[in-house]
Antibody, heavy 112, light 106 residues
Framework: QLVESGGAVIQPGGSLRLSCAAS????????LHWVRQVPGKGLEWVSL????????YYADSVKGRFFISRDNSRNSVYLQMNSLSTADTAFYYC???????WGQGTLVIVSS | DVQMAQSPSSLAASLGARVTITCQAS??????LNWFQQKPGKAPKVLIY???TLETGVPSRFSGRGSGTFFTFTINSLQPDDVATYYC????????FGQGTKLEIK
């Protein structure tokens, strides 16, 4: 199971950290992804982190503003989002390495 | 980046009909392709992985074919529960999704 949290209404230029808590599997063995979806629109892959945090990748749209991390002792993955703009308004999902398990999503609204 | 061109963007078909969605990759991705189903208010659910392998528990009326740059996803005998938006996704390198196909019953 994957459960996201941390979504909120935030002003443009602000920062927010999303969390994804995992259970029911050996968390430290797997790559985790963040995927986002503007309400009513398509899916956009955002970032991934490998099992031991040595590899991190980002979509061009968030590179330099978003930062992914994980804490295997807490079975959690995080997405630090900085310099937010209205274009970042979306549901944010975490997903397991093969995209075979997803969380329920958390909504981030960037608005003044 | 690998671009995924998915078509059509929407379609309506009759119950019991055969429905096919296509996805074209901008470069060779081998068989590194997922097909997802997403219903309103829900997270996507993977139906097919590795282009043609049915995920456990997914009904056999769903199938996928293709390799390289051209892929198809087929629903045989459309059911009411199949109303959803379907997405292809490549994972040969950094993942990218197709634009989605909204499927309705005619």
């Amino acid at each position: 199971q994957l459960v996201e949290s941390g979504g909120a209404v935030i002003q443009p230029g602000g920062s927010l950290r999303l969390s994804c808590a995992a259970s029911g599997f050996t968390f430290g063995h797997y790559t985790l992804h963040w995927v986002r979806q503007v309400p009513g629109k398509g899916l956009e892959w955002v970032s991934l982190i490998n099992y031991n945090s040595t590899d991190k990748y980002y979509a061009d749209s968030v590179k330099g503003r978003f930062f992914i991390s994980r804490d295997n002792s807490r079975n959690s993955v995080y997405l630090q989002m900085n310099s937010l703009s209205t274009a970042d308004t979306a549901f944010y999902y975490c997903a397991l390495s093969r995209f075979d398990y997803w969380g329920q999503g958390t909504l981030v609204i960037v608005s003044s | 980046d690998v671009q995924m061109a998915q078509s059509p963007s929407s379609l309506a078909a009759s119950l019991g009909a055969r429905v096919t969605i296509t996805c074209q990759a901008s470069q060779d991705i081998g068989k590194s392709l997922n097909w997802f189903q997403q219903k309103p208010g829900k997270a996507p659910k993977v139906l097919i992985y590795d282009a043609s392998t049915l995920e456990t528990g997914v009904p056999s009326r769903f199938s996928g074919r293709g390799s390289g740059t051209f892929f198809t996803f087929t629903i045989n005998s459309l059911q009411p529960d199949d109303v959803a938006t379907y997405y292809c996704q490549q994972y040969d390198y950094l993942p990218t999704f197709g634009q989605g196909t909204k499927l309705e019953i005619k």
